[in-house]
């Protein structure tokens, strides 16, 4: 089992040696450095081989008694924690593996130590004790605000973090000061760093497909691995006639960046075909439509506002009766479409913008936020929104929606929304049905 980061006591180094005759698998020799460490709690049901984190590094007992303990340290450990420091009279944090069946109070904290940071400065506050630490940049990329990181293996709270200056900052109180050796630490100490393992599993996980997904967009910007370069290419093949069909993805590629490749190469029909409960035109006759589109892309918007306008009129709505507004920018559209509903009162709004994909998430808070106050306006106005806001990765896919039906789709949409909420319409019967006439 893991460890939890609650320390279980402060051990006292006895002795640090190098040892050149330590006996390998094969009886040759290597050297090593030997740890003995003095105790009372963490040998308590200790064994050969069993398991203790020393200031946060999982450590093989080799040798034990009622008050002492031996560890042997590889080379790499002595790389990447502050073990290699150590000498007699030093303190360290002490903290036996987790049983089955006990409580967890910290957080997972595997004992594989991934660098070391520097402690910068103390002060206090209250009670409590604000320790910070600098490390390097590699590590505090899964370091956040709030999140779990191990301090020479005391599982601790992050209270803030300065991407700028490469550090981060801890609050220790009162009980957890007397118990751990981090207040002793004075600037200029190393500490041992262990982060969120799970922090470095979704980035993992989720690298690969970001690599995959770029390079399927954006080209070969990016250096992706070979899973991510396989998943890249084309999800179509011809079959015999000439048609295309559904590539399955092979034992290396991730299926649903296979699916997502797919629809970015593949020509998408949107909105043809769309089918909905039209009004007679003599019902979409009285109808008044409002269109409240953006400025960005202007010749992009113009044809899909043009195409709305070519079903609102094929439908039966007179041009007269079609309103329009524009905008700067999608961030601006709901305030424009409620603005519309309360001087104008249209039976509804068609809303349209493009919002594209940059290096950011901007477009990510945008879109959400537009959604949400569109959503918002329809119904605090009772006046139906056409959604007609693109989202889109790069402006080949901006153009290839532009030039599909979506436009004239959002016309017809909006006139079987204004019947739906539209007074006094005679012939509701295109609206609501009864299972018997499926």
């Known amino acids: 089992m893991p460890f ?8 006292n180094v006895k002795s640090v040696t190098r040892n050149a005759a330590l006996e390998l698998w094969d009886g040759s020799t290597g050297e090593g450095l030997v740890i003995e460490i003095g105790c009372s709690t963490a040998v308590q049901g200790a064994y050969i081989g069993c398991s ?11 040798k ?9 340290c590889a080379p790499e450990t002595i790389r990447l924690t502050n073990l290699g420091e150590l000498k007699p009279g030093d303190k360290v944090n002490l903290e036996r593996a987790q049983a089955a069946d006990a409580r967890n109070s910290g957080h997972c904290v595997q004992g594989h130590i991934d660098g070391m940071g520097t402690v910068v400065a103390q002060r206090p506050d209250g009670e409590a004790l604000w320790v910070t630490i600098a490390v390097p940049s590699e590590l505090l990329r899964y370091i956040v605000k709030k999140g779990y990181v191990a301090v020479d293996g005391t599982s601790l709270t992050v209270t803030t973090v300065d991407h700028e200056r490469h550090r981060f900052s801890v609050m220790l109180i009162a009980h957890t000061q007397k118990c751990i050796t981090l207040p002793h630490k004075i600037a200029g100490r190393n500490v041992n760093i262990e982060v969120d ?6 980035e993992a996980s989720v690298g690969l497909r970001l690599a995959a997904l770029e390079k399927a967009v954006f080209g070969d ?9 396989s998943a890249a290419v084309s999800a179509n093949t011809a079959d015999e006639t000439g048609g295309s069909k559904k590539r399955k993805a092979t034992e290396n590629e991730d299926s649903e960046m296979v699916e997502v ?9 949107h909105g043809k075909g769309l089918q909905v409960p039209l009004p007679s035109k003599e019902t979409a006759s009285a109808f008044k439509i409002g269109i409240v589109s953006t400025c960005w892309h ?3 918007i113009d044809s899909m506002e043009a195409k709305c306008i070519e079903a609102l009129v094929d439908g039966g709505v007179a041009k007269a009766n079609i309103l329009r507004a524009k905008v700067s920018g999608s961030f601006e559209l709901p305030f424009a479409c409620e603005k519309m509903m309360e001087t104008e009162n249209p039976d509804a709004v068609i809303a349209i913008g493009i919002l594209l994909k940059g290096g950011t998430i901007h477009m990510e808070v945008i879109a959400y936020s537009v959604t949400k106050a569109l959503l918002e306006v329809q119904s605090k106005r009772d006046t139906p929104v056409v959604f007609g806001v693109l989202t889109v990765m790069n402006m080949n896919q901006a153009k290839e929606r532009a030039e599909s039906d979506l436009g004239w789709s959002w016309g017809q949409a909006a006139l079987a929304q204004a019947a739906m909420g539209a007074s006094g319409v005679k012939d509701r019967v295109h609206l ?3 299972a018997e006439s499926m």
């Open 4 to 11: 939890t980061g609650i320390i279980e006591e402060i051990g």
């Open 52 to 62: 203790i984190a020393v200031n946060g590094t999982c450590l093989t007992v080799t």
């Open 64 to 72: 034990f008694d009622d008050s002492n303990f031996t560890v042997h």
């Open 197 to 202: 393992v799970l922090a470095k599993y979704v």
């Open 221 to 229: 910007t990016t250096e992706a691995s070979s899973i991510a370069t």
């Open 261 to 269: 490749t797919r629809q970015i190469e593949s020509k998408n029909l």
């Open 298 to 300: 202007s010749e992009l």
């Open 432 to 434: 609501y049905q009864t």
